[in-house]
């Protein structure tokens, strides 16, 4: 267990935080959400930056990273709809797409195939954080929150259509990775 792979742990764990700081109120607690979801980001950046310079680049830090960012973006979403600064059909799209994509992901895994991020994911992924960096922002109550929330679900929007490209951009290669699948389980 590495450095990089603690922190991807890390995110996953400070799920538990984030929501407990968002639901129950004391004063600032939405200032404790902010930054423990700009924390968890971190952790993001840092496990892979960790990963390669060690040389530590692993199948299960792949896999794990991929299902923290997830886990992290998907939680904040629920919340996010029932606090109705988040379309429910935003959330459904995108959280459709995390179903579908780990799914591959894990066909190819059985494989003996690891499908990292591409580019289209990893902008994907980017326009969703700062999406939710702007609409919890707006929670907080500072300076204009009326403001960050119009600006938040137009990031979003952005988000969802970089969420499509993106799911695309995997889902595209499904025949070849089902045809892998299919000749491996046919030597079985």
Do not use: C
């Amino acid at each position: 267990m590495n450095l990089a792979n603690q922190l991807t742990l890390a995110r996953i764990v400070a799920i538990v935080p984030l929501m407990i700081a968002l639901y129950v109120p004391f004063p600032g607690h939405y200032w404790t959400v902010l930054v423990i979801y700009v924390l968890a980001l971190l952790t993001d950046y840092l496990d892979g930056v960790f990963a390669r310079r060690q040389g530590k680049v692993t199948g299960f830090g792949k896999l794990m990273d991929s299902i923290a960012d997830k886990a992290l973006i998907v939680s904040v979403f629920f919340a996010l709809v029932e606090l109705g600064l988040m379309a429910s059909w935003m959330a459904a799209i995108m959280v459709i797409r995390e179903f579908a994509v780990t799914g591959l992901r894990m066909v190819a895994l059985e494989s003996g195939e690891v499908i990292a991020a591409n580019s289209w994911g990893k902008a994907k992924m980017n326009a969703q954080s700062v999406a939710v960096f702007v609409l919890l922002l707006s929670l907080t109550g500072w300076l204009a929150p009326g403001f960050f929330a119009g600006l938040g679900w137009w990031l979003m929007v952005v988000a969802v259509v970089l969420t499509l490209i993106s799911g695309w951009s995997y889902l595209k290669d499904t025949p070849r990775i089902l045809s892998v699948q299919s000749r491996r389980d046919q030597r079985l």
